[in-house]
């Protein structure tokens, strides 16, 4: 029988999802202390933790405010006393949205802004500001490399600014753009940066010489953010005021991956127990795809060591390199034996780094903060399938 006075977090119920404090701590430090040094504001995005604790965390840290991406979020987040927010997701706003949108309208004290990339976005905003007798700010997403969403940088840009300023109920007030970085290598991360610190900028001196007072331009991401930062420090890009990198203050192996961490500063992990050995090639852990989801980061394929044995990984085990977590079920995984001699034990616990911290938060009620393998307090997840 396993000796349960000796396991880690013995007072956890696996499988359970923890916050290392510490590294969290750390990580928020260092996020808020780069982007002061570069006399830039910071804007975290939340979307990855959805936790009006670990929000508040940061804007004590020094952030301006918070951005999400949805509505649903938002409101979460105001009604835990968050007052500055930024909607960053181009929406459909109707029916029970729409409504949402314009409670948060009316909340007194309440600064918001919302990210918009076509006229007809633009126009509903504007409608539900006119009813409420409000200008709402917004922010035009710029397209910068992502091919998912966003008004092509330049003239495009500046068009749709003009039609902007006309509609009644909106008042527009700057641009938005999100750098993505998926190189083999880190090396490239400060001319990934540059690119979109170019396109932005020249967006924003071509809004200037049209007459817009921009209040707002921003970049930033997770894998970039630091090199942001550098650049903006040197002076390069004065047009640049905020930024907003998100998920590298958690870390999982997707921002491993993306070298905006190292799998000892990642804070989120998820502890399991071994629940069978009775197989010679693997152990059976009492995880699956309804904590974890199912993403093998599957983009990464063509990475060194992507495969073992034909499978992908769907965590790392931190401290066992000789695992190999190949397998998700529904509620049980398998970890396989790179090293035949090194065997798994009926009760063992282990600790896995996430591959996809988004889904993992997401499925939670609640994150045990932990400091040094001790339960130091309880986050509730405040924005847990608030996805609207």
Request: aromatic share 4%; with cysteine.
């Amino acid at each position: 029988m396993p000796a349960s006075a000796t396991i880690p977090y013995p007072d956890i119920r696996t499988p359970a999802v923890l916050i290392d404090l510490n590294k969290l701590e750390t990580n928020i430090e260092e996020m808020s202390q780069l982007a002061a040094r570069a006399k830039v504001r910071l804007r975290v995005h939340v979307k990855v933790h959805m936790c009006a604790e670990i929000a508040r965390m940061q804007i004590k840290a020094g952030a301006c405010g918070i951005e999400l991406g949805t509505v649903g979020g938002a409101a979460a987040m105001a009604t835990e006393g968050i007052n500055d927010i930024l909607i960053s997701h181009p929406g459909l706003y109707q029916g029970q949205t729409l409504e949402m949108l314009k409670e948060l309208l009316r909340k007194p004290g309440l600064k918001l802004g919302v990210v918009v990339d076509m006229l007809e976005q633009a126009e509903i905003i504007s409608d539900a500001g006119q009813a409420l007798g409000k200008k709402v700010p917004v922010i035009i997403k710029v397209e910068s490399g992502a091919n998912r969403y966003g008004t092509p940088p330049g003239e495009e840009t500046v068009a749709l600014a003009k039609k902007l300023s006309r509609l009644p109920g909106v008042r527009f007030t700057g641009i938005y753009a999100h750098e993505v970085y998926s190189e083999p290598t880190p090396d490239k991360q400060d001319a990934a940066a540059i690119e979109v610190l170019e396109l932005i900028s020249a967006t924003a001196k071509l809004l200037k010489e049209a007459g817009f007072k921009l209040e707002h331009v921003s970049v930033g991401s997770s894998a970039t953010w630091r090199a942001v930062c550098r650049q903006i420090k040197s002076g390069a890009f004065p047009e640049v005021n905020e930024i907003h990198p998100g998920s590298g203050i958690v870390g999982a192996m997707l921002q491993v991956k993306r070298f905006a961490l190292t799998e000892d500063q990642c804070a989120l992990t998820i502890i399991t127990s071994v629940m069978s050995t009775s197989h010679p090639g693997h152990a059976v852990i009492d995880v699956g795809q309804k904590t974890m989801g199912e993403d093998s980061l599957i983009s990464f394929r063509d990475r060194p060591g992507f495969f073992w044995q034909n499978m992908p990984s769907y965590g790392a085990i931190r401290g066992r390199p000789d695992l190999h977590l190949g397998a998700l079920h529904a509620e049980v995984s398998r970890v396989f034996y790179r090293d035949p001699a090194k065997k798994l034990k009926l009760g063992e616990r282990l600790e896995i780094i996430p591959n996809n911290p988004f889904i993992v938060i997401n499925t939670q009620e609640k994150l045990y903060g932990v400091r040094r393998g001790r339960i130091e307090t309880i986050i509730p997840v405040t924005g847990r399938g608030k996805g609207t």
